[in-house]
């Protein structure tokens, strides 16, 4: 299933924590799963959506690029830095991906960065965001042409004055500063966020793989650890099937 998904241009990719049981040391290691997500209803895909999950022993950037093997175009992520490896003119497995960043995990920045006394930067941030997020409602189910239209016309605009608004508030912050840190965040990760722009399929946030792995979380608080390395990787088989039938519709447990 993983390599049908990887003849797709787009694709989300996230990960998670998976304990395992360090068999001969009396406690848990942390092994990760890690989600490769199609899912393009959203502008009226053919193709049906789908989720595999990889069970890798670590977090490092080198897992993602072995679960990619073969897969060349977009790949919609958050802002781990593992993945900047995938970009690279020499990357093993193919050509170098573009990497679509995620609004929301920006939003959370900014949110994080907020004293409870409030922020008038921050509520400027979050206000310019969520204009763009109300023109994706709009448009949200319509053909990718269309999609891409409306956001050249509508929402390239209103990016173009955020960027031009966060360099002048990082100019009168400290850039060390907890606010300052958040905006260098949306700063560091600018060209990513904007790829969504230029493509009526790409989503403008992760969200969609982010619910696909919310299951495993709840997973991991009921049974604590997997025995072992082959047992995380069952878990991950487990998952996928799960997950993607119920992407399409059915009930894996009918």
Not at 15 to 42: H, I, M, Q
Not at 145 to 168: D, F, G, K, T
Not at 216 to 235: C, I, P, Q, V, Y
Request: aromatic letters at 8%; proline letters at 6%.
């Amino acid at each position: 299933m993983s390599e049908v998904l990887k003849r797709s241009s787009k694709l989300f990719m996230d990960e998670t924590r998976a304990p395992v049981l360090d068999p001969g040391r009396g406690k848990t290691k942390t092994g990760y799963l890690w989600a490769l997500a199609r899912d393009d209803r959203s502008w009226g895909g053919a193709d049906p959506p789908g989720v595999v999950f990889h069970y890798a022993p670590g977090r490092g950037g080198i897992h993602a690029e072995q679960i990619l093997d073969g897969f060349d175009g977009i790949l919609q992520v958050d802002g781990y830095a593992g993945y900047r490896r995938l970009t690279v003119p020499d990357r093993r497995g193919g050509s170098p991906l573009v990497l679509a960043h995620c609004w929301a995990h920006a939003r959370r920045e900014v949110i994080k960065a907020t004293p409870q006394t409030g922020s008038p930067v921050a509520d400027e941030v979050l206000r310019r965001i969520a204009e763009l997020y109300k023109i994706e409602k709009e448009i949200r189910g319509q053909p990718a042409a269309e999609r891409l239209a409306a956001r050249q016309q509508r929402s390239r605009p209103l990016v173009e004055q955020l960027e031009v608004w966060i360099h002048a508030q990082r100019e009168r912050l400290s850039r060390k500063s907890v606010m300052g840190v958040a905006l260098g965040y949306l700063v560091n990760h600018w060209d990513g966020l904007r790829v969504f722009l230029d493509d009526g399929r790409v989503e403008m946030d992760s969200n969609p793989v982010e619910n696909l792995i919310r299951p495993l979380a709840l997973t991991r608080k009921n049974a604590l650890f997997a025995g072992h390395d082959e047992g995380a990787r069952s878990w991950a088989r487990l998952a996928s099937l799960i997950g993607t039938c119920k992407l399409n519709g059915v009930e894996p447990f009918a």
